[in-house]
């Protein structure tokens, strides 16, 4: 028996620790740190921040250097975003999803603001802001190009090219063409088409009316100037993030960066070579912005950052194997620019349609991939029906308790007969008091004879745990669960539950700080986790006993700060389980404890079963 406790205390410990760990590295308050985020956005877009440059651009392809675009514009003043936005005449971007313009002077997409999404759940908050212009606060963008062969002078666009264009918008629909004549000859036209959603598609051709032939080198990137701030956790990818051909994902975090090789004087980074299909780009919790190349022509990715007065850029980009363009003929590449929220059938849709490779992975789905995002996918399918992610998600509990049921009823019958046979247990017990070797001899041949594993009832907690991982990735990283609702004060099932029972749930007047936000749901689901210990029989180790009567404590007061949803997910189970275990423990004749044991823990002691007495010692032998 005492191997029999040491396995179940290590399983129980193992939940606990990886749960505690789990809290620790990734379920620090994130609400507490997502406020402070917020009003970091908000001051940003309302304080005039100082402008800079641009790092300095690469000095021919294939060798390192900061940007592969070409001259980089003077630093600008301090200017606020709207001030910033009126430095240039611009194109208006209009799509159902999102909104901005496209700057005329360097042809950069630099103002694009999310329409369907806000800061909070407010409905007359601020919409996300993605991308903004130099001179303004943050600034955030992304503009494609030519880079010139060595020891080529030919004139090409730049920052602070100043294109002309055929429309004043850009609609579905309604594409938009730039043009460029540099003067020697080469006249350069660009194309952008943007679809319903966020993506964009650049066409760039050059006609070469200069008598001899050129060759070019086709670039795109996306550039953020300063490092934002991030919510810090390991669970969640926040920085760079690529799928580089057959090299695979690539996620680096903006330290990660900072501390690679230098590639130029002041420039740090890693290039990735001979890359074909994929993607780069710099992603957020819920938005990214990523540049696409020509999915079957070879391209070199990089990462970089460079010091630009105090802060530091950031940018992700490709440069393109080089297209030659013989005198009189045209020649041009096309590449794209994902710029909005990171939604599942969207970002699915792309990689399916247009053949970007493996773009789903714009989205971090985690370790558990292979569960999150199946379950997410069955998530969405039963939110569509009924409307509320919530139910959604007690559905899906429902749908994985029938799953495990097999397990369950195997691990519950186990339980059952463990109780059956406790008088024999206890008998054992007596009999061979003074001996423990054979005492544990004697009950594992009893375990062995009457089919008993006296660890089975870990199993369902076990198998609990990877499920409750890619429940939280979902409700964690997927854009679909920011601001969800689900009923009464739960506006937010990506977020801890906001009510404290230190200020009876609202009624008394002072804020709670976070660590002390112990809500509604996570006492229910502290109770439910009691009751469903209390219907099995005590464990007659009193370390165990102390572990079970404690462990619905302390997971209320860890899932305090965990997202609503899933403490709503690890109640509904949990009543669930009780009923389950109920049904099954009738069905075997097993006694339900639940009502003993609650009087045991008010002083009245429950009846116990006698003891089997040993061979040749009377059932009375202890009375005097």
Not at 228 to 234: M, R, V
Not at 385 to 395: D, W
Not at 477 to 497: K, Q
Not at 510 to 526: D, K, R, S, T
């Amino acid at each position: 028996m005492k191997e029999d406790n040491r396995n179940l205390l290590l399983a129980i410990t193992l939940s606990v620790v990886v749960l505690l760990g789990w809290q620790y590295f990734y379920g620090v308050p994130q609400a507490e740190k997502q406020k402070q985020i917020a009003q970091q956005n908000q001051q940003a877009q309302s304080t005039p921040l100082p402008g800079q440059a641009v790092p300095a651009p690469g000095t021919a392809p294939g060798q390192p250097a900061s940007a592969p675009g070409t001259a980089a514009p003077a630093a600008l003043t301090a200017e606020t975003r709207e001030q910033a936005l009126a430095r240039s005449p611009r194109i208006r971007i209009e799509t159902p999803k999102i909104q901005g313009s496209i700057s005329l002077t360097g042809a950069r997409i630099d103002d694009v603001s999310l329409k369907a999404y806000r800061e909070t759940v407010s409905a007359d908050s601020p919409n996300i802001v993605l991308l903004s212009p130099l001179g303004g606060p943050n600034p955030y963008y992304s503009d494609f190009g030519w880079v010139a062969g060595p020891g080529s002078n030919v004139a090409l666009p730049n920052a602070t090219t100043l294109w002309t264009a055929d429309a004043q918008i850009l609609r579905p629909g309604t594409p938009l063409t730039l043009s460029h004549d540099n003067g020697q000859g080469l006249i350069f036209k660009r194309v952008i088409t943007i679809d319903d959603n966020a993506m964009f598609t650049i066409r760039d051709d050059v006609e070469n009316r200069s008598g001899a032939p050129v060759t070019l080198f086709p670039y795109g990137q996306v550039v953020r100037q300063g490092k934002p701030p991030t919510l810090g956790y390991y669970v969640l990818h926040e920085g760079m993030i690529g799928n580089l051909g057959e090299q695979g994902l690539q996620e680096y975090t903006y330290d990660h960066v900072d501390k690679e090789p230098l590639l130029a004087p002041g420039t740090h980074g890693k290039v990735w070579k001979d890359a074909v299909g994929g993607f780069v780009g710099i992603t957020d919790k819920y938005w990214a912005a990523a540049v696409v190349p020509d999915q079957a022509r070879k391209y070199e990715g990089r990462y970089s950052s460079v010091q630009t007065g105090s802060q530091r850029t950031y940018q992700a980009d490709f440069l393109a194997e080089p297209v030659t363009i013989a005198a009189g003929a045209s020649g041009g590449v096309q590449a794209r620019l994902f710029a909005g929220a990171k939604e599942v059938a969207a970002i699915d849709g792309y990689e399916k349609t247009l053949g970007i490779k493996r773009f789903e992975l714009l989205i971090d789905w985690g370790w558990f991939y292979f569960i999150t995002k199946p379950m997410f996918y069955v998530m969405d399918w039963i939110y569509k029906h009924v409307g509320n992610f919530g139910i959604a998600i007690l559905v899906v509990t429902l749908l994985l308790k029938g799953l495990f049921f097999p397990l369950a009823s195997k691990s519950y019958a186990s339980m059952a007969k463990m109780k059956a046979v406790q008088p024999e247990m206890m008998a054992i017990r007596e009999r061979y008091a003074d001996d423990k070797m054979k005492q544990q001899q004697a009950l594992m041949e009893l375990y062995k004879t009457q089919k008993i594993n006296p660890i089975a009832g870990c199993w369902p907690v076990l198998l609990q745990i990877p499920v409750f991982f890619a429940l939280y990735k979902i409700l964690f990283v997927t854009i679909e669960m920011r601001h969800a609702p689900f009923f009464g004060w739960i506006r937010d099932l990506a977020a801890p539950d906001p009510t404290s029972i230190f200020n009876l749930f609202g009624l008394l007047p002072f804020a709670v700080p976070a660590f002390l936000l112990i809500g509604a749901w996570p006492i229910l689901m502290g109770i439910t986790m009691f009751v469903q210990m209390k219907m099995n029989p005590e464990p007659p180790d009193p370390v165990q006993k102390m572990m079970f009567t404690w462990m619905p404590v302390f997971f209320t007061f860890l899932l305090g700060s965990f997202p609503a949803g899933l403490v709503i997910y690890w109640t509904w189970n949990n009543l669930l389980s009780i009923l389950q275990q109920g049904y099954i423990m009738r069905k075997h004749g097993a006694k339900i404890e639940l009502f003993d044991n609650l009087k045991g823990m008010f002083g009245k002691k429950p009846a116990v079963a006698a003891a089997v007495p040993a061979p040749g010692k009377p059932a009375n032998s202890n009375k005097k």
